[in-house]
């Protein structure tokens, strides 16, 4: 069964920082694409990064020079580092696998691709 799982999130003031995991299993981690997405109330779902089976990594330009995602294959698992963090960074993240046949996207569809964790809250306030 396949399980994602991510941790990491809090409140957090303005300027602070983050790192965020997902904790993957049921499937080989190192073959698969993976990405995060986050929900901010009455937004909608925001593509934040994503990154490759072999590593290529690629950023929304809302958190380009502030976020930056990595894998490490041993542990199955991903993070997201953020710096300086916004108020308009709060959200639900989520971490989103590539499942085998799903069209090779840089960018998440929807929530009907891929599977999805149950995410994690981070809140940027004074």
């Known amino acids: 069964e396949v399980q994602l799982v991510e941790s990491g999130g809090d409140l957090v003031q303005p300027g602070g920082s983050l790192r965020l995991s997902c904790a993957a299993e049921?499937?080989?981690?190192?073959?698969?694409?993976m990405y995060w997405v986050r929900e901010a109330p009455g937004k909608g779902l925001e593509w934040v990064s994503t990154i490759t089976s072999g590593g290529t990594t690629y950023y929304a330009d809302s958190v380009k020079g502030r976020f930056t995602v990595s894998r490490d294959n041993a542990m199955n698992t991903m993070y997201l580092q953020m710096i300086n963090l916004k108020v308009e960074d709060t959200a639900a993240y989520y971490c989103?696998?590539?499942?085998?046949?799903?069209?090779?996207?840089?960018?998440?569809?929807?929530?009907?691709?891929?599977?999805w964790g149950q995410g994690t809250q981070v809140t940027v306030s004074s």
């Open positions: 049921g499937f080989t981690f190192s073959d698969t694409r």
């Open positions: 989103v696998r590539r499942r085998p046949g799903d069209a090779l996207r840089m960018v998440p569809s929807g929530r009907t691709f891929g599977d």
